[in-house]
């Protein structure tokens, strides 16, 4: 019984970390890409688990329809009719948006994992901040 509650004890713990993490670094992206916008950034998300880090952070607003949104968080989705920034928190949902997407953020190893891709990033005419610039690739 013991071990069990030590394990238990041991994965809320674990689960509260991943969330914090990932509520950080989707600030920042979000705020890097959008510095100067007044009004809340408008989020659509397919994944249940995004939305609640989503739902976390100032300045954001969850919206029901992908058309409506500024940045799209896309895990499985396909055929998105949006002209929201993409953004994927899966390597293989990324290759499939590569023509689109300007990166994703996932986790891999237990490691959080962040790219853009540098000729969507100027497709779209933008510029990302000094401290981000390690994370922009040329090609998957």
Request: some cysteine; proline content about 4%; hydrophobic content about 40%.
């Amino acid at each position: 019984m013991k071990k069990i509650l030590i394990l238990l004890c041991c994965s809320i713990i674990l689960f509260a970390e991943s969330f914090t993490i990932e509520k950080k670094i989707y600030t920042h992206i979000i705020h890097a890409l959008y510095p100067q916008k007044a009004t809340l950034v408008k989020v659509w998300t397919d994944d249940p688990s995004k939305l609640k880090v989503l739902q976390s952070i100032p300045r954001l607003k969850i919206v029901k329809k992908p058309q409506e949104a500024d940045f799209l968080v896309v895990h499985k989705e396909k055929n998105l009719q949006s002209k929201g920034l993409i953004f994927t928190t899966d390597y293989h949902t990324l290759e499939v948006y590569k023509e689109r997407a300007i990166g994703g953020f996932y986790w891999q190893k237990g490691r959080p994992n962040i790219l853009f891709l540098r000729q969507n990033l100027k497709k779209y005419h933008i510029k990302l901040p000094e401290d981000m610039q390690e994370y922009v690739e040329d090609s998957l």
